[in-house]
């Protein structure tokens, strides 16, 4: 290693970050050393393992996008625009952040679930409701994910500043025009990492989804809840499916945070 | 007046050795007695506490939960002296690994039921409605969804539900909140859910009990206190609570 | 090409009246602080304020910033970083409609002119400052404005690309048609570039004239440091001299009281073939002196000194600003 023309980190930071590495690695790493490889295979054979598995996925990922398509315009009306009221309503987008799961579920039940105030018009007029369907798990997962999703993104239109709408008007381009060309082009980094927070946060939701969604192999069950109901027969297999979990979560984000996130560093 | 300030000090600091008095279970005055059980016992078991309570002058502290996680705690040596199980498998898995003191006794019963709301939106009158509503068990993996299984297949039902839930309290909420038009609950459940639920029974469904067993603790502090709690709810008295509650006899 | 006529007042900063023609270069000068680039934010709507800015038949002041259509080239340029030189020039025909190919070809042509064509691909941050500002300004002429506007454009350049740049730049002015404001602190801009001088001080036009007008008879001591005079002023009137008419002597000569200050060397520095010292005497004056002069008479910083000028050597002017 070369040395570093600033000096060696100092011990007062050093030893705190190692602790901190410690806190979050050593119970992965027990995890992955108590679990054995073919009870780990035995479960990704298993056919509901690997319909928990697709539906996590491909939900996480819906609602990421989903998230996308809304909360970009909402931090860019956070970032951007002077309105009364602009701070109070930044603290309520973020209040799913900080709502236990299980409370977060409930309060979409009293708002979409088949009796909820809109959910009960909704399924007496189409005869849909969200409870109960893979809609209604993006739905939740869109609950909690779009809070990081939006905090991430506005953070960073705030940190690239309007020098370059400035520009931008003034060479004759609308707010639109600036905002597709300027705007979002510049603030990539940051809509990268949220989107990626966003989606992680979807992966391992939980809590809310059991609640307004329940669980039921292929449409609601989720790996979260596969492995939460598994743990109450079999506790080698929840963690051996635990580990299916982790594995895929750490490939996902290793993979792109080295695509997305290395975006203007080195 | 020196005097009287050396005593005022002494009896100031003297004060908080007063409030240690009781947390040593040694089974005399002022002791403690914890009992892990099903949480389908909550109710029944609080109301047995407070008597229990009284008559020992001791303390019960209650653990609720699934019974595997509790078989799982008390093999694994985790404190307590009373283990209350919905299961068979459950106590197997906590006597198997650990040794008992005294037998398990099986001391009540539950049977399933179905549970509507109030109004019983769906007009559910069998089993057999269930195929046209929005209905919800519990998960294979917990033991009220063994017993739901065993009744569906007994009665030849192939209806599928909309929701497996994790534990039978759950699927007493999915229903409590409209969220579903039936559910099948153990009868104390329904019992316990009062005018929230509207109960149906299901014939020949004590061909699928649930039993429940009790016994002390190998790790127990107090032995005799253990029993003691275990002879309570073997007792009439104890009978009685649990009838009213909506339990079958053992 | 229109007219401009402006009335302007930033509030709390600066407040302007001023008109030019058609393909006039204005530059306006000043010290920090006195409100020049707050004045082009107003014209450009960037910066909020009062007052009016006709253009033509259209007031500005009314219009968005987007409409108004006038090129603003930036004191720290703002070339937008994800887009190339080429792509950053054409962005502001490709906002008004022109198709990629068409508005790309423009582009490449005005990087042609303003000679860096090779580095159309290349993006902002591979740029020197010359080159950078070099797109700045093709960027704010490929958008045919009505009005140009430039704060600083050679700020943080080499004296050299600086020097070249400028040469250019009167060659690009030359033919734009519109009217230019280039703020600048460099008195050489402004005697190179400009067609008329608009002098701020403190938040209002203290001068207004052609380049030399202004540079001989400055009103303001920021411009006479600029161009290196020497400017007192009395009652109504200014009283001018250059630093080659003032004699310096350790002991108080002879001589009419009126031009005779007293003071402090506080710097000394070559100034061509003399020394040119920077003295307090009251008002801060500068005079020139041979080197010879210097060494004889110890003229360094901090050796008290007597000034003194001849009446015919000082030129007196009036106060009003026209």
């Known amino acids: ?266 | 007046m020196e005097k009287h300030l050396i005593a005022a000090a002494t009896l100031v600091l003297l004060l908080p050795l007063a409030a240690c008095g009781d947390d040593d279970g040694d089974g005399s005055r002022g002791g403690e007695l914890t009992v892990l059980a099903a949480s389908s016992l909550t109710d029944v078991f609080e109301e047995l506490g407070d008597r229990f309570e009284a008559d020992h002058d001791v303390e019960v502290n209650f653990s609720f939960g699934s019974s595997t996680d509790l078989a799982e705690q008390v093999a694994d040596g985790a404190p307590g002296d009373v283990l209350a199980t919905a299961d068979e498998t459950s106590m197997r898995v906590a006597v198997d690994d650990a040794d008992l003191n005294g037998d398990v006794e099986t001391f009540a019963t539950n049977v399933l039921v179905i549970v509507t709301p109030p109004d019983n939106p769906a007009g559910i009158e069998s089993l057999a409605d269930l195929a046209n509503a929005t209905w919800v068990r519990c998960a294979d993996e917990v033991p009220c969804g063994r017993v739901a299984l065993g009744v569906l297949l007994d009665n030849a039902i192939t209806a599928e539900p909309a929701s497996l839930e994790e534990d039978v309290r759950s699927t007493l909420d999915k229903v409590v909140s409209g969220e579903a038009d039936a559910g099948l609950v153990y009868a104390t459940d329904a019992v316990a859910a009062g005018d929230d639920v509207a109960t149906i029974e299901i014939p020949g469904a004590e061909s699928q009990l649930t039993s429940y067993f009790v016994t002390s603790l190998e790790q127990s502090e107090d032995s005799e206190l253990a029993q003691a709690w275990v002879d309570l709810v073997l007792s009439d008295e104890g009978r009685q609570v649990l009838t009213d509650a909506g339990f079958g006899p053992p | 090409m229109n007219h401009l006529e402006l009335d302007v007042t930033v509030p709390g900063r600066v407040s302007v009246a001023m008109t030019a023609d058609p393909g006039e270069v204005v530059a306006v000068i000043g010290p920090n602080g006195a409100g020049k680039t707050s004045l082009l934010g107003a014209i450009a709507g960037l910066t909020p304020a009062e007052g009016q800015v006709r253009l033509g038949d259209r007031d500005l002041h009314s219009l968005p910033v987007r409409e108004r259509n006038v090129g603003v080239v930036f004191q720290d340029r703002v070339l937008f970083p994800h887009l190339s030189a080429v792509e950053n020039v054409a962005f502001g025909p490709r906002v008004r409609g022109v198709n990629r190919a068409e508005a790309r070809v423009a582009a490449q042509v005005w990087l042609e002119r303003l000679g860096i064509g090779d580095l159309a691909d290349k993006r902002p941050g591979e740029l020197s400052g010359g080159q950078a500002q070099r797109v700045a300004i093709a960027r704010g002429l490929a958008q045919r404005p009505d009005l140009l506007l430039l704060d600083e454009p050679f700020a943080g350049l080499d004296v050299s690309v600086a020097a070249a740049l400028r040469i250019e730049l009167t060659r690009h002015l030359a033919s734009y048609d519109g009217i230019t404001l280039l703020v600048t602190h460099d008195a050489i801009d402004a005697l190179t570039l400009a067609d008329r001088v608009l002098v701020i001080d403190d938040g209002a036009v203290a001068q207004v004239g052609t380049p030399s007008e202004v540079a001989a008879r400055p009103r303001t001591e920021h411009v006479a440091r600029l161009v290196g005079l020497n400017v007192i002023r009395e009652d109504d009137r200014f009283r001018c001299f250059g630093p080659g008419a003032v004699t310096v002597s350790l002991a108080r000569p002879e001589g009419s009281a009126r031009n005779l200050w007293q003071g402090t060397v506080l710097s000394a520095a070559p100034h061509g073939d003399a020394i040119r010292l920077l003295v307090a005497a009251g008002p801060e004056l500068i005079a020139d002196v041979t080197p010879g002069a210097t060494r004889e008479l110890g003229l360094e910083p901090g050796r008290e000194v007597w000034l003194s000028v001849k009446e015919t050597a000082v030129e007196t002017y009036s106060l009003a600003p026209g």
């Not at chain 1, 997962?141 to 779009?146: G, P, S, T």
């Not at chain 1, 292929?218 to 027969?233: D, E, F, K, S």
């Open chain 1, 1 to 266: 290693m070369s040395r570093d023309p600033l000096g060696r980190p100092p011990a007062l930071i050093l030893v705190p970050a190692c602790l901190a590495v410690l806190v979050l690695l050593l119970p992965l790493v027990v995890m992955v050393a108590s679990t054995d490889l073919p009870g780990l295979l035995d479960q990704l054979r298993t056919e509901t393992a690997r319909e928990a598995l697709w539906l996590s996925v491909s939900t996480s990922t819906v609602a990421m996008l989903v998230a996308l398509v809304l909360g970009l315009p909402l931090a860019w009306l956070l970032a951007r625009v002077q309105f009364t009221g602009r701070s109070l309503l930044r603290a309520l987008v973020t209040v799913p952040m900080v709502l236990p799961p299980v409370v977060a579920g409930i309060a979409l039940r009293t708002a979409f679930g088949r009796s909820g105030a809109i959910g009960e018009p909704l399924l007496d007029a189409t005869g849909f409701a969200f409870p109960y369907t893979t809609w209604g798990v993006i739905l939740a997962h869109v609950f909690v994910a779009m809070p990081f999703v939006v905090i991430s993104i506005e953070g960073a239109l705030r940190s690239a500043g309007t020098q370059y709408d400035a520009a931008a008007a003034t060479l004759g381009a609308s707010r639109w025009t600036t905002f597709r060309r300027v705007t979002v082009p510049l603030a990539l980094p940051g809509i990268a990492a949220g989107m990626v927070l966003g989606w992680a946060r979807s992966l391992g939701e939980f809590g809310a989804t059991i609640t307004f969604n329940g669980n039921y192999p292929g449409t609601t069950q989720t790996m979260p809840t596969l492995i939460y109901v598994t743990r109450q027969a079999d506790t080698d297999a929840a963690l051996a499916l635990s580990l299916v979990m982790l594995l895929v979560s750490v490939g996902v984000l290793f993979a792109l945070r080295e695509r997305w996130l290395g975006v203007g560093t080195t």
